[in-house]
């Protein structure tokens, strides 16, 4: 049995909010305290929160979990919903997606990726690699190219960096060791208010991870 991912019912306001043009985004934020990724595991694809270094946070918190795929694609259905299905057809990178609305007014999409073979963005703010395994990343917000003031890389090894962007926007790294790593990059959105049921939301963020493994 397949399924095919649905809009996200708390989407929908933020969507109104952000029209599709880069001037949505506000600038690029800090790393936050934690983002979701995902990594493999038994030859699976889970997702984590938290930080890569510390201990996962509690998936409980999130709403929303979802596998993402592209249009016209469809996956598996999956009894545990953060541990995503392999898309029908031919091998693809993995997405994945939830929300978070904090107790401090801020409201959070995460967005992940695994994987950096293809050159197209399928979340709403997603790193893509500009070659299929390259070392160079556009960051795609709604389908148009955006500049990061900074990218935070983190790995399984305990290496951290921050990546600031050429004048094209794109950021580069090579990867130096095989391990883990997290590219992770978080947009507030510009005039994003939402209101959820009766509580209103005044800071609304977008957080893009983009992993992948460098094998021994």
Not at 12 to 24: D, E, H, I, N, T
Not at 51 to 67: A, F, I, M, N, Y
Not at 121 to 136: F, H, I, K, S, W
Not at 170 to 192: D, I
């Amino acid at each position: 049995m397949s399924k095919k991912t649905q809009p996200s019912t708390l989407f929908r306001p933020l969507l109104a909010a952000a029209l599709a043009v880069s001037a949505s985004v506000g600038a690029v934020l800090p790393a936050q305290a934690d983002y979701l990724w995902l990594q493999t595991e038994n030859g699976q694809t889970r997702a984590q929160v938290g930080e890569l270094h510390k201990t996962p946070g509690q998936l409980s918190e999130l709403s929303e979990p979802r596998q993402v795929v592209a249009e016209g694609k469809t996956v598996p259905a999956s009894a545990d919903p953060y541990i995503l299905a392999k898309e029908e057809g031919a091998p693809a990178d993995q997405r994945f997606a939830a929300t978070r609305a904090g107790s401090d007014g801020v409201l959070t999409y995460y967005q992940a990726r695994f994987g950096r073979q293809e050159t197209k963005a399928v979340n709403d703010l997603e790193l893509v690699p500009t070659t299929p395994q390259g070392n160079t990343y556009q960051l795609m917000f709604k389908g148009r190219p955006v500049a990061a003031s900074q990218v935070n890389v983190d790995t399984s090894e305990g290496w951290r960096r921050v990546l600031a962007p050429a004048k094209d926007g794109t950021v580069s790294f090579t990867p130096s060791f095989p391990g883990l790593y997290v590219m992770e990059v978080t947009a507030r959105v510009n005039n994003g208010s939402v209101k959820l049921g009766d509580k209103q939301y005044d800071e609304v963020r977008h957080t893009a991870t983009l992993s992948f493994e460098v094998p021994q």
